[in-house]
């Protein structure tokens, strides 16, 4: 079994930034791709960054330039610095990643509780 823990949203105002946590816990042999998504009420999941295990980068087109993705393998996090946060930003922020519980085992997609980020105008 594996937890996903988030950490570091919070509200904060435009312009402003936050760096969010997420660290994976339990039966993990190694990590895959890792990444965030967020999620307004009434709006689909949108993806905003993933990173792969060797650290290869993808972003929405609506944050380039302004978040940064990054991971620790050795500490099973993954990390997203927010900067210059615009109102439009404020949402859940989930983070996934894929995990393999052994050396015998496909990975399988684990997601965290989720984070509350706000940014006020």
């Known amino acids: 079994q594996v937890q996903l823990v988030e950490s570091g949203g919070g509200l904060v105002q435009a312009g402003g930034s936050l760096r969010l946590s997420c660290a994976a816990s339990?039966?993990?042999?190694?990590?895959?791709?890792m990444g965030w998504y967020r999620r307004v009420p009434g709006k689909q999941r949108e993806l905003v960054a993933t990173?792969?295990?060797?650290?290869?980068?993808n972003y929405a087109d609506s944050v380039k330039g302004r978040f940064t993705i990054s991971r620790d393998n050795a500490k099973n996090t993954v990390y997203l610095q927010m900067n210059s946060l615009k109102p439009e930003d404020t949402a859940i922020y989930i983070c996934?990643?894929?995990?393999?519980?052994?050396?015998?085992?496909?990975?399988?997609?684990?997601w965290g509780q989720g984070t509350q980020v706000t940014v006020s105008s």
């Open positions: 996934n990643a894929g995990v393999v519980p052994s050396a015998t085992m496909a990975f399988i997609i684990n």
């Open positions: 339990g039966s993990i042999f190694s990590i895959n791709d």
């Open positions: 990173v792969t295990r060797a650290g290869s980068t």
